[in-house]
């Protein structure tokens, strides 16, 4: 008996290294296609995840909170996350309108003659059939943990949340840093870390939380997280990831609200 349990012993000692060297084991037959990238979203104070009956509830989260829709777990909104950005791309989605019964018609591609056709009635981008046009700004992000963890993930912003996008693409496109020798230069996308923060905004229809955007430093993240992002951007480009829009029955809005 003293034997047996002595050799149990021994391989409960020796489970860590035996993980370890059989890593992704069973993942063979799982390829992209099988899996879902999370999106992050703000929490708006009408938001399912804080109605503690509805089953997407994150239990500790406020309104304002940074979310990740697969694994639930979320960023307080003056804290918020680090990122870096890896690809960007524009998605055109197609809504009927509220009052003709509402929902989601579709993605339009890109070169689509529609898009150009477009008219405005107040905020609402009119097509010629008389739905709604709506922009997502998508960005293919890699989301950094204090602890260095990281996550792959989509940050999609349309209607309100489109100004924050094209600042973003902007203040991306004109930074510099210095080269030990070359001077300045304007790095790779993937390279530079990003805080991501939601703050509140309102109209006359009412208040809501967007996002703000902060540069970080450039070492305030791992040399690893960095390659790892780089590699994210080639399997972008590559076909590898696809972006999407994020749930099975979008909304126009982002995410509750107020229009």
Known sequence: MANVANKKSTEVANLMDDLFDNQGQGMETITADDMQI???RILQPLSPQLLKTDPK????????????????QYWEADEGLVVLMCAYTTKFLEFQLRETGGGFMGELSADDPDIRKTERNGSIEMLPNGNELVRSAQFLVLGVDADGSTSQMICDMKKTQMK???QWNTRRAG????????GMFNPPMWSVPWRLTSVQESN????????????????????EAIIEARDLYNSF????????????????ESDDVPF
């Open 204 to 223: 006359d229809k009412g208040s809501w939380f967007n996002y703000a955007v902060t540069q970080e430093a450039m070492d305030s993240v791992r040399p």
């Open 164 to 166: 924050i996008a094209k």
């Open 38 to 40: 999370p999106f992050l």
């Open 57 to 72: 509830f994150i239990k500790g989260a406020s309104a304002g909170d940074i979310f990740n829709t697969v694994t639930g």
């Open 175 to 182: 930074l510099k840093i210095e080269h030990p020798t070359n």
């Open 237 to 252: 480009r590559a076909g590898e990831i696809q972006t999407g829009t994020g749930e099975d029955k979008p909304t126009p």
